[in-house]
C-alpha cells in the first residue's frame, strides 16, 4: 500500500510494509462500550432493582466515568510504551512489565513477575464472563422447561442435543 506524503501515518511500517493497526474514533468507542457493556448488560435490570433508580443511576454514572478514564490511561500508557521501546503493539503483560519497570521504585521489584500476575487476572476476568453466560443461559431454559411442563427427560434430551 502506497503512503502520499500529505497523508497522516495512522499505522507503522516494518520491512517496508504499511500496517493499519490503529482504529478510528467510531471504532475505539464500539470496543470501549462492547468491552464495558458485554454480560454486564444482562444483569442491569437486577443491579437498579436492587440499588434503586437514584442509587443506580448515580453509581452507574460514577463507575462509568472511572472505567473510561483507566481505559484512557491504560490506553496513553501503552502509546507513550511503545514509542518509547520502538515497538507497534503492546499486549496487556508486555506493558504492565515496562510499565513497572520504568514505574516508581517501590514497584519494580514486581516487574519480573507482572505478565503472569496480568494474566491470571485476565483468566479471572474471562472466567466470570463464562459463568456470568453460564448462569443467564441457565435462568432461561429452566423458564422455558418450567413453562412448557417438560419432564426431566425431555428436558436432558433437548441439552444432550444442543451440545453435540
Not at 454514572?61 to 478514564?69: D, E, H, P, Q, S
Amino acid at each position: 500500500m502506497k503512503i502520499s506524503p500529505s497523508s497522516k501515518l495512522l499505522g507503522f511500517i516494518k520491512n517496508g510494509l504499511y500496517f493499519n493497526t490503529f482504529f478510528s474514533n467510531s471504532e475505539t468507542l464500539a470496543h470501549l462500550l462492547k468491552g464495558c457493556l458485554g454480560t454486564g448488560i444482562l444483569a442491569t435490570h437486577e443491579a437498579f432493582r436492587n440499588a434503586g433508580w437514584l442509587n443506580g443511576i448515580v453509581s452507574m454514572a460514577l463507575i462509568g466515568f472511572v472505567c473510561t478514564y483507566c481505559f484512557r490511561i491504560l490506553v496513553k500508557s501503552q502509546y507513550v510504551l511503545c514509542k518509547k521501546y520502538r515497538k507497534p503493539i503492546l499486549s496487556y503483560p508486555e506493558s504492565m512489565k515496562l510499565a513497572l519497570q520504568e514505574g516508581p521504585p517501590a514497584l519494580k521489584w514486581i516487574a519480573p513477575s507482572a505478565t503472569f500476575i496480568t494474566d491470571g487476572f485476565l483468566i479471572i476476568y474471562q472466567l466470570g464472563v463464562c459463568i456470568c453466560y453460564i448462569v443467564f443461559v441457565a435462568k432461561n431454559v429452566q423458564q422455558v422447561s418450567n413453562s412448557c411442563a417438560l419432564h426431566r427427560r425431555q428436558l436432558i434430551l433437548i441439552e444432550s442435543r444442543l451440545l453435540d
